[in-house]
């Protein structure tokens, strides 16, 4: 659900009430664009004539469905997206694209371009004052960090509806850049700044009069901004979390929100990897921020692009979401390699809207956050502050933390960074269930991350178990489980050939668990009706963090039809130079 309220400031030092805005829905999403990938990027070899032949299928489909198709452009990972005349259900745009990759066989996956928003929920404005940043549960210990670091070194990217040049803000910020996409049909989203993409990316306001989704303009992309990196030591309004960061801003968000290729270019970018008529990014970003999202299972044009980035040193913190629901049924919250986070209140319970569930890592403040603003409610007209709720401002915490820690020490690996973040977490002091391993600690986290050094710790015993529990079990290890494998691994007395066969075993078992299989029930054997296929999916997404490609994919899924080799291919994942980067280098 995206809703929007605030406290504004009408002076320096003064907050004044404002009115709510309206509610706004957060149902599943229309659209009017798609997204196709050809294999192995098939379509850029083929002949003129065989082009031809492709892009026909794909408009003879759209016009089957009383549809006119076009060509927009090439996204950063290669796939083709694709326009058509009027506004589609979420379920005409799934069957037109079910429709085209049936069509195709050299269709590598086709899916609707779904309209995602910022995750903003209302806040009371009466509620009291939530000191977020203090050391007293639930706020996040900043205090304790700042003794070590204050950022300084990293540059911070917040994907988001761009930003204000605010008096408390402008100092720390690069240029970013806007990658909101022209439409030629009329319009679901709209840039709103009448040029598309550019190297503006001022925010010049998010009102949407379009029904369901009627709202004030959100300066979301501000606000969460100032959470990471606000000036702080001025004398003036907030403190940043990371304020010695240089902030990113990627404007990805439009009026009425931001379609999911711009926002998965805009993900690929500020990692520093190259997109189509787009300069490069000579400041590329550790941190990727993206408080905003929407229903569904993660598309494979977000997997790609955080896939992508990862790769490229980039840790991707994203909010659980604000339906009250599975986080696994919002993305990219659900996606392979995020850190999504969610909310709690000032009694450290989970917040009311928030998400929650196995695919969350940890939790964060996001009720009644004060950051920067703006007073205008369609156009910018003065800087301001605001009080707002929402995981979208739990996200920006974890994000701040983040950067913090790579600050200490920029050696660390993107799943170094993740690891610690969930171990060095603090105890939830209410009721919290689904809201993953803990609350974020700013002062442990950098702590930890001075002390990790520069090895690779995925060789260390302790190490290597506990990240079994977090990537498998999505928690960390009770102490009879902790002691119980430490035990078989004391055993081996340092023989390298014990060690590993012995480290097989462990992480075979864990993953094939009861407790594995009613996180993921398609790993349960007796029940599920291709356990292989399924084993191969979820070795993926736990031990590489990202989904198979196709020919890996294919690869491990024969080769366990004709051997039943399990202890095999874990052993292949777990000794990979892909598994072992995750920490360091391998």
């Not at 259900?89 to 085209?100: G, H, P, S, V």
């Not at 190490?463 to 928690?475: S, T």
């Not at 052993?571 to 598994?579: H, K, L, N």
Request: net charge negative; proline share 6%; aromatic share 8%.
């Amino acid at each position: 659900m995206t809703m929007h309220s605030s406290i504004h400031s009408r002076a320096r030092g003064l907050v004044a009430l404002l009115a709510l805005s309206p509610l706004i829905a957060f149902g599943a999403s229309d659209t009017d664009r798609i997204i196709v990938r050809y294999r192995d990027q098939a379509a850029a070899r083929k002949t003129t004539a065989g082009a031809r032949v492709a892009s026909r299928r794909v408009t003879d489909a759209a016009h089957q469905r009383g549809l006119n198709a076009s060509p927009l452009r090439t996204d950063g990972r290669g796939a083709q997206v694709w326009a058509v005349d009027r506004k589609m259900t979420y379920e005409e745009a799934l069957a037109l694209t079910k429709q085209i990759a049936a069509a195709d066989p050299e269709v590598e996956y086709a899916e609707p371009d779904l309209i995602m928003r910022p995750t903003l929920v209302p806040n009371d404005p009466y509620y009291p004052f939530q000191p977020d940043l203090h050391p007293i549960t639930p706020g996040i210990n900043a205090p304790a960090a700042w003794d070590r670091t204050s950022g300084t070194g990293v540059v911070v990217a917040v994907a988001d509806t761009g930003y204000r040049p605010h008096a408390d803000l402008a100092a720390n910020l690069l240029g970013g850049y806007d990658f909101v996409s022209l439409w030629p049909f009329g319009a679901s989203v709209f840039p709103n700044d009448g040029d598309g993409r550019d190297s503006d990316a001022r925010d010049p306001g998010d009102w949407c009069v379009s029904d369901p989704n009627h709202q004030t303009s959100s300066w979301h992309g501000t606000h969460v901004a100032g959470t990471i990196g606000a000036v702080t030591n001025n004398g003036v309004g907030v403190a940043g979390i990371a304020h010695g960061a240089r902030i990113l801003p990627v404007r990805v968000l439009g009026m009425c929100g931001g379609y999911s290729s711009d926002i998965a270019d805009g993900i690929s970018w500020a990692a520093g990897l190259p997109i189509s008529g787009v300069p490069n990014n000579v400041t590329p970003a550790r941190v990727i921020n993206l408080s905003l999202g929407g229903p569904g299972s993660c598309l494979y044009t977000y997997a790609n692009a955080i896939s992508a980035a990862r790769s490229k040193g980039a840790v991707v913190v994203v909010s659980a979401g604000n339906s009250n629901g599975d986080a696994a049924n919002a993305m990219p919250a659900n996606c392979p390699g995020v850190v999504a986070v969610a909310s709690v209140n000032a009694s450290g319970t989970r917040s009311s809207f928030s998400n929650y569930g196995p695919t969350v890592a940890l939790a964060a403040p996001g009720e009644t956050i004060l950051s920067t603003y703006n007073t205008g409610t369609t156009t910018p007209v003065g800087d301001a502050y605001a009080y707002s709720s929402g995981t979208s401002m739990s996200a920006p915490h974890v994000a701040g933390v983040a950067a913090l820690m790579l600050s200490a020490n920029p050696s660390l690996a993107v799943d170094a960074v993740t690891s610690l973040l969930r171990s060095s977490s603090r105890a939830f002091p209410g009721d919290c269930t689904g809201c993953g391993i803990g609350l974020v600690d700013a002062g442990a986290a950098v702590n930890a991350a001075i002390a990790y050094g520069a090895a690779n710790r995925i060789d260390e015993s302790t190490f290597f178990v506990q990240q079994l529990y977090f990537d498998v079990l999505r928690r960390k290890p009770d102490s009879g489980g902790l002691a119980f494998y430490m035990g078989l691994l004391n055993a081996c007395n340092g023989n390298p050939a014990c060690l590993a066969s012995t480290r097989v075993n462990i992480a075979l078992g864990l993953f094939q668990s009861q407790e594995s299989q009613a996180l993921y029930p398609d790993l349960n054997p007796a029940t599920s009706p291709n356990y292989n296929d399924a084993f191969v999916t979820r070795i993926y997404q736990c031990f590489l963090q990202r989904n198979f490609d196709p020919d890996g994919g294919v690869t491990w899924y024969s080769y366990l039809n004709g051997t039943n080799d399990y202890a095999g291919v874990m052993t292949a994942f777990i000794t990979s130079p892909e598994y072992r980067k995750r920490f360091g280098n391998p």
